[in-house]
């Protein structure tokens, strides 16, 4: 079994009030201040789950530095005071960077009790099979 340390623990703490602030964010109509908190908190619990080196070398991979200038390009336009065109650069940016990710993602929900039959069901099922077999061919 992998041993998690306690500044990895401190780390998913952090991106999941991250997450939660964003989604704050979002649901008060792209309140810039949650939007901002939630991206920094994202942002230093990635950086203390996996580590300064490693988010480093994540975000500037030669081959995902567009997608990195669209993640941080949406955080700035955030902060500038634009929220809602914002969140629209910082989402393509993040579906850009993260897109190796959810074909795992999507495996490990369907072992998962209910949400896996949810994802079973025809109409959920054929767009979700679109969005592994899109990913792959990336």
């Known amino acids: ?15 999941g009030f991250g997450v939660f602030f964003l989604f704050l964010g979002v649901l008060f109509f792209f309140d810039g201040g949650l939007l901002a908190i939630g991206n920094i908190l994202f ?49 393509y940016g993040f579906f850009l960077l993260f897109r190796g990710f959810f074909p795992v993602a999507i495996n490990f929900l ?3 009790p209910v949400i896996g039959t949810l994802l079973s069901l025809p109409g959920i099922n054929s767009f979700v099979s679109r969005f592994e077999d899109h990913n792959q061919m990336v």
């Open 1 to 15: 079994m992998i041993e998690i340390t306690d500044l990895q623990k401190i780390g998913v703490g952090l991106a």
């Open 43 to 91: 942002l230093s619990g990635l950086a203390l789950v996996i580590g300064l080196e490693r988010t480093f070398r994540f975000f500037f991979q030669s081959h995902k530095l567009k997608a990195t200038g669209f993640f941080v390009g949406g955080m700035v336009v955030v902060l500038v005071g634009w929220p809602l065109v914002g969140m629209c650069v910082e989402t």
């Open 110 to 112: 369907r072992r998962v």
